[in-house]
């Protein structure tokens, strides 16, 4: 399974972006889909899942309300709407799967960057 993010950039406090994650391979063998975020000096942390059989999704705390997780099945993408972004959503957002070939994989992509400036 192969995962390109796009979308990131800079944007004001309180603006809006879409992050899109393009997913090739073997599709078929993800389970769950999801965005992660690493700040410098962090750790990388998970913001939002979402799983491929019932759709139910996950947020962390800190962007629930404001982030929305969605895929588009046709396509194999995955997109994060990030809406009133604020300075400490600053961070490298990177596209993450999860499921199994054999034995279970969890696999990120390369990463774009999002800057909000306050």
């Known amino acids: 399974v192969q995962l390109v993010e796009s979308g990131g950039g800079l944007v004001q406090a309180g603006g809006s972006l879409r992050l899109t994650c393009a997913v090739s391979?073997?599709?078929?063998?993800?389970?769950?889909m999801g965005w992660g975020r690493q700040a410098p000096g962090k750790q990388r942390e998970l913001v939002a899942v979402?799983?491929?059989?019932?759709?139910?999704?996950n947020y962390a705390d800190s962007v629930k309300g404001r982030f929305t997780i969605s895929r588009d099945n046709a396509r194999n993408t995955m997109y994060l709407q990030m809406n009133s972004l604020k300075s400490e959503d600053t961070a490298v957002y990177y596209c993450?799967?999860?499921?199994?070939?054999?034995?279970?994989?969890?696999?990120w992509g390369q990463g774009t960057q999002v800057t909000v400036s306050s």
């Open positions: 993450n799967v999860r499921g199994r070939i054999g034995g279970r994989y969890d696999y």
């Open positions: 391979g073997s599709t078929f063998t993800i389970s769950t």
């Open positions: 979402i799983t491929i059989g019932d759709g139910i999704t």
